[in-house]
C-alpha cells in the first residue's frame, strides 16, 4: 500500500467549482443541521444546551436562514452550470450517457453484480464514473431540496403562503421538514460518510472531493469502465495532473474530519434522545 | 406630654382593670411592674395575693433556677414591654395567688383563655390542638407563636407574631428539619415561600399588603388541607386568593377550571395547581411562563404531546418565550372551550387570537391546527397520511442502505483479510 502521493501519476476527477460548490454544500449542510436538530429534539437536555451555545433560539434561527439561503445558491449555481453545459455548450452527455448522473441501465445490473460480489458470488462491478449510490447521493439532494426547502420557505413565511395555502399545510410542512431533515442528517452522516470515508477501503477518508484528484491506480481499481473508457478516447492524459500538494492534503483531511466528527457527534445526540425519549 | 403619659398609663390601667375581675378586687396590686421591681423585696402576707414586685424579688436574679439547673428568670424590662405589661404575675399564674413561698417549681398551666376566650377557642379546633391532645409536645401552643412573659400585640413590629415576622415564627418549626422528621408534618415549605413573590415582597420591599402565612392558613384555627373547610382547601382556594386577587378569582370561577371546582369535581385545577401553593413566581416572568406550559400538562397529556409536535412546543421546550404557550391561546384564567363564542379559541376568535402574534393571519392561517396529532387518521388524515409516508421512507431507505452498508463492510474486511493474507504469505515464502 502505497501513502506517498508525489509519486503517483494523478487524474483530476473533480473541477475546482464542483469542489467549491460541494465545500459550500458541506457547510450549510452542516449548519443546518446543526441549527435545526435543537428544535427537533427539543425535549432533550442537549438540545437546550446546543440551542444556548449557538446563542440562544433566535440567533440559531436566523443562522439556520442564513445557511438556508447558502444551500439554496449553491443548488440554483449548480443547476444553472448544468443548463449552461446543455444549453450553451450543447454538452448532452450531462444528460444521458456514462458520464451522466441520470441513472442507467447498468446502474440496475451494477447493484445486482455488487451485491453478488459482497457475498462473494462474482467480481466486482466494473463502475463508470458515477456509481449507483454516489447517484442515490446526488438525487437524494434533490428531492430534499423540493421538501425540506419548500416546507422550510413555508415555515419562514407562513403569512404569505396562507394567501394560498390552507393552514393544516403548515402542520405537514413542519412534520416533513424535520422527518425529511432526520433522513437526510442521518443518511449523511452515516451512510455518505460509510461509502465515501469510512470502509475499510477508504478508511479514514477519501479526500478526493477537496484536492479534486486521485491516483491512476485508484481510478483503474475503484472505477474500471471509466478508466477503459479514457484510455480508449485518450482523454486520460488530458486528465493527468500533479499529485495534490502536501498543504492541500491537509486541508483536505482537515476540512474532511472536522465534519465527519460533527456528522458523528449529531448522529450520536440524535440516537441518545430517540433511546431517552 | 406629661398629660399624654398619664393619659396613656391610665388607658393601660382601665384596660387592665376590665381584663381582670380579680384586678378589681385589689386595685393595690396593679403598680407598674417596673416600678414594683425597684422597691425591696419583702415576703407577702398570708392572706394577701403576691404582687409582681414580690416575683421579681426572685425571677429577675439571674441565678433564680430550677433544681436541675434550669433558669427561671423573667426580666421586669422584657415583661414592662410586653403586651401584659398592666397585669399582675398571679392574673395569669392564678394558683400563685395563695401559695406558699418559695412555691413548688411545678405551676398549673396558664389558661389563655381566662381572657383570651375566642382565640382559645378557634385554637381548640385547629390542627395544632389536635395534635397536642393526640400526645404532641411539638405542636404549638399559645406561647410558641406568641411568647410567654415577652408576648406583644401583633401590631408590634417587633412583635413574633406582626406581619413581617410571621413567617420566620412559623418557620421555627416548619422550616426545622428535626421537628418535621419527629411530628410528620409536611416537608420544609418556608424556603419556598421565601423564594415566592409573597415572600421577596414582605422580606425585601417591606409591603404588608402581601400575605404572610396567616393570610392563607389563618391564624388560630389553621386546618389541613384536606379538611374541606381549611381556606387552602382545594375548593376554598380561589376565594382565599380572591381576598388579595379578586379579579383573578372572578375570571378563574368564570372559567371552566372554576365551574369544575363549583361542581365539587376533584380533578379540576385550584390556584396552587398551577402556582404552586408556597413557591408562588412572577406571572410575568418567562421562566415561571415556560415552565406552567408542563403543569398544563400534568392534566392534558393529550394536548401537551401534541403541542410539543409543534413549532410553538417546541421552541419554548428549548427555554424560550418568543412563541404561543398554553395561556397565549386559552387564556391564562377564564379558560373556555372553543364552542364558548366569548373563547379566544372560538372559531370567530381564531384570527384575533392567531394574530396577536402573526400580524396578517387570515381565515386560511387559522386552519393550523395547534394540536396536530400524525397518530389521529380522523382530525388530521392528510398528516396522518403524510406522516405514514415519511416513517416509510425513512424505514426503507435507512432499511436497505443499512443492509447494502453491512454487506459491503463485511466484504472489505474479508477482502482486506485476504489481501494481508497473501502478502505475508509472499513474504515468507
Request: proline share 6%.
Amino acid at each position: 500500500m502505497t501513502t506517498a502521493f508525489s509519486g503517483e501519476r494523478h487524474i483530476t476527477r473533480f473541477s475546482r467549482a464542483d469542489r467549491v460548490l460541494h465545500g459550500l454544500l458541506m457547510l450549510s449542510f452542516l449548519g443546518l443541521a446543526l441549527t435545526g436538530m435543537p428544535l427537533l429534539f427539543s425535549t432533550s437536555a442537549w438540545a437546550t444546551r446546543l440551542a444556548r451555545v449557538l446563542g440562544g433560539f433566535a440567533v440559531a434561527g436566523t443562522l439556520h436562514r442564513v445557511f438556508a439561503v447558502l444551500l439554496i445558491g449553491v443548488f440554483a449555481t449548480h443547476l444553472a452550470r448544468i443548463v449552461r453545459r446543455v444549453v450553451v455548450e450543447k454538452d448532452h452527455s450531462v444528460l444521458w450517457g456514462p458520464t451522466s448522473l441520470v441513472p442507467q441501465p447498468r446502474d440496475l445490473a451494477d447493484v445486482v453484480q455488487h451485491f453478488r460480489w459482497f457475498v462473494g458470488r462474482g467480481p466486482r462491478p466494473a463502475f463508470e464514473r458515477y456509481t449507483y449510490w454516489e447517484k442515490f447521493d446526488y438525487w437524494a439532494v434533490f428531492w430534499g431540496m423540493a421538501i425540506i426547502g419548500g416546507s422550510g420557505l413555508m415555515l419562514w413565511f407562513p403569512e404569505l403562503f396562507s394567501r394560498v395555502v390552507p393552514g393544516w399545510m403548515f402542520n405537514v410542512a413542519l412534520l416533513v421538514h424535520g422527518e425529511e431533515a432526520l433522513l437526510a442528517v442521518g443518511f449523511i452522516f452515516t451512510i455518505h460518510f460509510f461509502n465515501g470515508h469510512l470502509r475499510p477501503e477508504k478508511f479514514p477518508m477519501d479526500i478526493v472531493i477537496f484536492t479534486g484528484r486521485l491516483t491512476e491506480a485508484e481510478l483503474q481499481h475503484e472505477r474500471p469502465a471509466e478508466y477503459a473508457r479514457l484510455q480508449a478516447s485518450g482523454e486520460l492524459g488530458r486528465l493527468r495532473a500533479p499529485a495534490p500538494t502536501p498543504r492541500d492534503v491537509v486541508v483536505g483531511r482537515t476540512i474532511g474530519t472536522t465534519a465527519v466528527a460533527i456528522g458523528l457527534l449529531l448522529v450520536g445526540l440524535i440516537v441518545f434522545a430517540v433511546i431517552t425519549h | 406630654m406629661a398629660i399624654r403619659t398619664i393619659g396613656a398609663a391610665l388607658l393601660v390601667w382601665a384596660l387592665a382593670l376590665s381584663y381582670s375581675v380579680r384586678a378589681l378586687q385589689r386595685p393595690s396590686s396593679l403598680p407598674l411592674p417596673t416600678a414594683a421591681a425597684q422597691s425591696a423585696p419583702a415576703p407577702p402576707a398570708a392572706d394577701q395575693p403576691p404582687g409582681n414586685a414580690d416575683c421579681f424579688g426572685c425571677h429577675e436574679d439571674d441565678s433564680t433556677q430550677r433544681q436541675n439547673g434550669t433558669p427561671v428568670v423573667v426580666k421586669p424590662a422584657v415583661y414592662a414591654a410586653s403586651v401584659h405589661a398592666g397585669l399582675g404575675c398571679v392574673d395569669c399564674h392564678q394558683d400563685l395567688e395563695k401559695a406558699e413561698f418559695p412555691h413548688p417549681e411545678k405551676l398549673a398551666k396558664v389558661n389563655c383563655a381566662t381572657c383570651h376566650e375566642e382565640a382559645v377557642a378557634k385554637y381548640k379546633t385547629s390542627v395544632h390542638a389536635r395534635a397536642r391532645q393526640g400526645g404532641s409536645t411539638l405542636a404549638a401552643s399559645c406561647v410558641d407563636c406568641h411568647g410567654s412573659h415577652e408576648t406583644r400585640s401583633k401590631t408590634d413590629p417587633t412583635s413574633a407574631t406582626h406581619h413581617l415576622r410571621l413567617a420566620a415564627t412559623c418557620a421555627k418549626c416548619h422550616g426545622n428539619a428535626e421537628v418535621i422528621a419527629r411530628s410528620g408534618i409536611p416537608a420544609d415549605v418556608t424556603k419556598q415561600f421565601a423564594d415566592s413573590i409573597h415572600g421577596r415582597v414582605l422580606a425585601k420591599s417591606g409591603l404588608v399588603v402581601a400575605p404572610t402565612c396567616s393570610g392563607c392558613h389563618g391564624a388560630h384555627d389553621i386546618l389541613q388541607p384536606k379538611d374541606v373547610r381549611s381556606p387552602v382547601a382545594t375548593a376554598n382556594v380561589p376565594s382565599t386568593c380572591g381576598k388579595c386577587h379578586e379579579g383573578i378569582a372572578l375570571q378563574f370561577k368564570a372559567g371552566v377550571h372554576g365551574q369544575l371546582l363549583a361542581e365539587g369535581k376533584r380533578d379540576g385545577p385550584a390556584c396552587q395547581t398551577c402556582h404552586t401553593a408556597h413557591g408562588i413566581q412572577r406571572a410575568d416572568q418567562a421562566a415561571w411562563q415556560l415552565s406552567v406550559i408542563g403543569q398544563c400538562g400534568t392534566c392534558h397529556a393529550e394536548r401537551i404531546a401534541t403541542f410539543r409536535d409543534t413549532f410553538h412546543g417546541q421552541v419554548t421546550a428549548l427555554g424560550y418565550r418568543t412563541v404561543a404557550g398554553c395561556a397565549d391561546c386559552h387564556g391564562p384564567h377564564e379558560i373556555l372551550p372553543a364552542s364558548d363564542p366569548r373563547s379566544p379559541i372560538a372559531p370567530a376568535n381564531l384570527v384575533a387570537t392567531c394574530g396577536k402574534c402573526h400580524e396578517n393571519a387570515n381565515a386560511n392561517f387559522v386552519k393550523y391546527d395547534p394540536h396536530a396529532n400524525k397518530h389521529d387518521a380522523a382530525r388530521n388524515p392528510v398528516l396522518y397520511y403524510i406522516s405514514k409516508f415519511m416513517t416509510v421512507l425513512l424505514a426503507g431507505v435507512f432499511g436497505l442502505f443499512g443492509l447494502h452498508t453491512t454487506f459491503w463492510f463485511s466484504r472489505e474486511v474479508r477482502a482486506r483479510r485476504e489481501r494481508l493474507r497473501t502478502t505475508d504469505h509472499k513474504g515468507t515464502a
